[in-house]
C-alpha cells in the first residue's frame, strides 16, 4: 500500500470516529436553531440536509430568554460563584492544615475526606436533606451553597499540593515572623494558583451540572438552576425541543468559555505541578 | 548583637534521642562550626536553636535573655536554608523584603537596610530577577540578604554551601569569612565538611551521635584532639591508625610487626592495647624505617604526593610527600612514625592517652 493512500485510510478512520462523537453535540447545536416542527423533519428518512441548520432562525434562543432563563443562568451563576468562592477558602485552608499540621486524628481525619469523594452523592441526600430541613433552609440558597462548599476532592487536591512544597519555605517564613495565615497567603497560594484553579472549576462544574440536590432542596421552584430550568422545558405532553436544545447549548457554553482560558491550569494542576527552585 | 549559651540541650523525637546533652557557650561576635558526619544532630541542634524544633529539655540563652520556649520569630535568630528556600514567586526584592514587610518596618527604613545589604552582597543589579533566574551563587546571597536585612543577634547557617560546584564554594567560602569579618556578628555554621570547618571556624564544635566530642579553635582540633574520632575526622586524608600493644619495655609493637616503636608517652602498663595515630603529612618514608607497607596507589597533586599502601593488619596508610614520587604498585616501602608527631590514645576507649 502506497503511504499516501494508508495515510488517507488513517485520516479517514480518525475522521469517522470523530464524527461519531461530535455528531450528538453538532445536531444539538443546529436543532437549536431550528423551528421546533422542522426538528426530525429530514432525520426519518435521513437526507443530509438534517446536517445543517436549514430553515435557520433564532426563535428558539428568543422563547427561552422570554420564558426566564436569564434569571435561571443568573441563579445558578450565584450558586456556583458563591460555592467556588467559599469552597477555595475551606478547602484550602482544610488541606493547608492536613499538609502542615501535626495534630491528633490526623490521619483518621484524612481517611474521612478521601472516602467522602467516594461516595455517590445519592446516597447521602436523604440525610442531607433531613439536615438541611431542620435548619430551616429549604427552599433557601443556602441549602444549595453550604453543602457543598466542602469538598472531599478539593481538600485532598490542596492536601497534596501543599504537601509538596518544600518544608523550607514554611520555615523560612516562619523565622521572618510571618504567621501561618499569612504564609498560606503570601507563599503558598501563589504556588498553587493551578492548584486553586483546578479546584475552583471543579467546584464550579459541580454545581453547575446540579440536578438531583437542587430538585430535592429548592421545592417550590422559586429559585432554580440550570439543570432544573432546563428539565422544565419538557413537560407532560408536549416538548419544545428546539427550546431544550438552545437550553443545553448554552448550559455547555458557560463553563466552557471558563475552562478554555484555564485550561492550561487545570491540566497542569491535576497532573501536580513541579515546584521551581 | 549578642553571645548564645546552650544548657544541657537535649532532643528527642519518640524514644530516640537525637542530642543527648549539650553545653556549649558561643561569644558575641564569635563564628562557630558545628561539624560531623551525617546523622550526627549538628542540624537538628541548629534547628533547636531557631525555634524550628522544641526542645525536649534544657535551656537555650541569647544574649540574656532565655529563649527556650520563645517564638522562633522572636528569637533574633535569622537562618540560611541549605535549600536557601528562597521564596520562587517573589523577586530578590521582595525575597529580602519579605521579613521587614511581615512585621511592618517602616517603608523608607525597610528600603535603606535593603539597598545596604544588596551592596554589601553585590545583588543591587539583580533584585528585580526571580530566584530562577539567578546563578547557584546568587541564589546564596539573596538567602543571606534575606537574613542580613533582619539585623539577628545570631546568624544560623544550614550547609548553605553544599549545593554549589567546587569552585564556587571556595569562592563563597571566602566570602562568608569576609561577610563575618565586616558584620562581626555571632554566627553558627553547620557542616559536615571538615574544610569548611576549619577555613571559617573561629572554634569547631564536633558532634557524634548527638554528643559534644570536643570544642575547640580548628588548629587546636587539628593538633592535639582528645579522641579518635575527632582525630579521625578533622584532616584530609584521614589520620592514620595503628592499633599496638605496650610492650614489656614501655614500647609499642603495631598489630602485624615485629618491630617496636617509642612511645610518645611513658609509664603505660605493658599489655595495655593502644592506637597509634599519626597524620599524613608526618609519616616519613625512609630506607631505614621501622615499619614496611606495600604501595596500593600514588597520586601525583603536583604540589603534592600522596601515597597509599598496604600495611600489616590490613590497614591502609595514607602518607602526603612534599617531593615527586614515582614509585610503582606493589612496592614495598619503609616507614616510621615520628614519636612527636605520632599521638596515642586508648584503643578500647578511643580516648588520648596524654602525659
Known amino acids: 500500500m502506497p503511504p499516501i493512500l494508508r495515510k488517507a485510510l488513517i485520516y479517514l478512520a480518525i475522521a469517522a470516529v470523530a464524527f461519531v462523537f461530535v455528531l450528538p453535540l453538532w445536531w444539538a447545536i443546529l436543532s437549536s436553531f431550528r423551528p421546533n416542527e422542522a426538528i426530525f423533519r429530514d432525520l426519518f428518512p435521513f437526507t443530509p440536509r438534517a446536517l445543517w441548520p436549514e430553515p435557520f432562525t433564532l426563535d428558539a434562543y428568543v422563547a427561552i430568554f422570554e420564558r426566564g432563563f436569564g434569571t435561571i443562568i443568573a441563579n445558578t451563576l450565584l450558586v456556583a460563584g458563591l460555592t467556588t468562592a467559599l469552597g477555595l477558602i475551606v478547602n484550602g485552608l482544610a488541606g493547608y492544615a492536613f499538609a502542615l499540621f501535626e495534630f491528633p486524628g490526623k490521619s483518621a481525619v484524612l481517611g474521612i475526606v478521601v472516602v467522602s469523594f467516594m461516595l455517590p452523592f445519592e446516597a447521602i441526600a436523604m440525610p442531607l436533606y433531613s439536615v438541611v430541613s431542620q435548619l430551616g433552609w429549604i427552599d433557601h440558597v443556602a441549602a444549595l451553597v453550604v453543602p457543598s462548599v466542602a469538598n472531599g476532592l478539593a481538600v485532598f487536591l490542596f492536601y497534596q499540593f501543599f504537601q509538596q512544597v518544600p518544608k523550607d519555605y514554611y520555615e523560612a517564613a516562619r523565622l521572618e515572623g510571618a504567621g501561618w495565615l499569612r504564609i498560606l497567603w503570601s507563599v503558598y497560594v501563589p504556588l498553587s494558583l493551578p492548584t486553586c484553579i483546578s479546584a475552583g472549576l471543579m467546584l464550579f462544574i459541580f454545581q453547575w451540572e446540579a440536578f438531583l440536590w437542587p430538585l430535592l432542596a429548592m421545592p417550590a421552584q422559586q429559585f432554580k438552576v440550570i439543570q432544573v430550568g432546563m428539565a422544565a422545558f419538557q413537560d407532560q405532553y408536549t416538548t419544545a425541543w428546539n427550546q431544550l436544545f438552545g437550553a443545553a447549548v448554552i448550559t455547555a457554553l458557560i463553563p466552557m468559555l471558563l475552562l478554555i482560558p484555564l485550561q492550561r491550569y487545570y491540566v497542569q494542576g491535576l497532573a501536580g505541578s513541579g515546584i521551581k527552585g | ?355
Open chain 2, 1 to 355: 548583637m549578642s553571645g548564645l549559651e546552650l544548657k544541657g540541650l537535649r532532643k528527642a523525637f519518640g524514644l530516640t534521642e537525637i542530642i543527648s546533652g549539650v553545653d556549649l557557650k558561643i561569644a558575641d561576635g564569635e563564628l562557630v562550626v558545628f561539624v560531623g558526619p551525617s546523622g550526627c544532630g549538628k542540624s537538628t541542634l541548629l534547628r533547636l536553636i531557631a525555634g524550628l524544633e522544641n526542645v525536649t529539655a534544657g535551656q537555650i540563652v541569647i544574649g540574656d535573655h532565655d529563649v527556650t520556649k520563645v517564638d522562633p520569630a522572636k528569637r533574633g535568630v535569622a537562618m540560611v536554608f541549605q535549600s536557601y528556600a528562597l521564596f520562587p514567586h517573589m523577586t530578590v526584592r521582595q525575597n529580602i523584603g519579605f521579613g521587614m514587610r511581615v512585621n511592618r518596618v517602616p517603608k523608607p527604613e525597610a528600603a535603606a537596610r535593603l539597598e545596604k545589604a544588596a551592596a554589601l552582597l553585590q545583588l543591587t543589579e539583580l533584585l528585580d530577577r526571580r530566584p530562577a533566574q539567578l546563578s547557584g551563587g546568587q541564589r546564596q546571597r539573596v538567602a543571606i540578604g534575606r537574613a542580613i536585612v533582619r539585623e539577628p543577634d545570631v546568624f544560623l547557617f544550614d550547609e548553605p554551601l553544599s549545593n554549589l560546584d567546587a569552585e564556587l564554594r571556595v569562592q563563597m567560602r571566602g566570602e562568608l569569612a569576609a561577610l563575618h569579618a565586616r558584620l562581626g556578628a555571632t554566627m553558627i555554621y553547620v557542616t559536615h565538611d571538615q574544610v569548611e570547618a576549619m577555613t571559617l571556624a573561629d572554634r569547631i564544635v564536633v558532634l557524634r551521635a548527638g554528643r559534644v566530642e570536643q570544642i575547640g579553635a580548628p588548629l587546636d582540633l587539628y593538633d592535639d584532639p582528645d579522641n579518635l574520632f575527632v582525630a579521625g575526622f578533622l584532616g584530609s586524608p584521614r589520620m592514620n591508625f595503628l592499633t599496638a600493644e605496650v610492650q614489656p619495655d614501655g614500647r609499642l609493637r603495631p598489630n602485624g610487626y615485629a618491630a617496636d616503636l617509642p612511645s610518645p608517652v611513658g609509664g603505660l602498663t605493658p599489655g595495655r592495647r593502644v592506637v597509634l595515630g599519626c597524620r599524613p603529612e608526618n609519616i616519613e618514608i625512609t630506607d631505614d624505617g621501622a615499619l614496611t607497607a606495600s604501595v596500593k596507589t600514588v597520586e601525583q597533586l603536583g604540589a603534592s604526593t600522596f601515597v597509599h599502601a598496604d600495611c600489616a593488619s590490613s590497614v591502609v596508610l595514607a602518607a602526603e610527600l612534599r617531593q615527586r614520587w614515582s614509585l610503582k604498585n606493589q612496592t614495598t616501602l619503609r616507614f616510621n612514625l615520628p614519636t612527636a608527631s605520632t599521638q596515642l590514645f586508648d584503643a578500647d576507649t578511643g580516648l588520648r592517652i596524654r602525659q
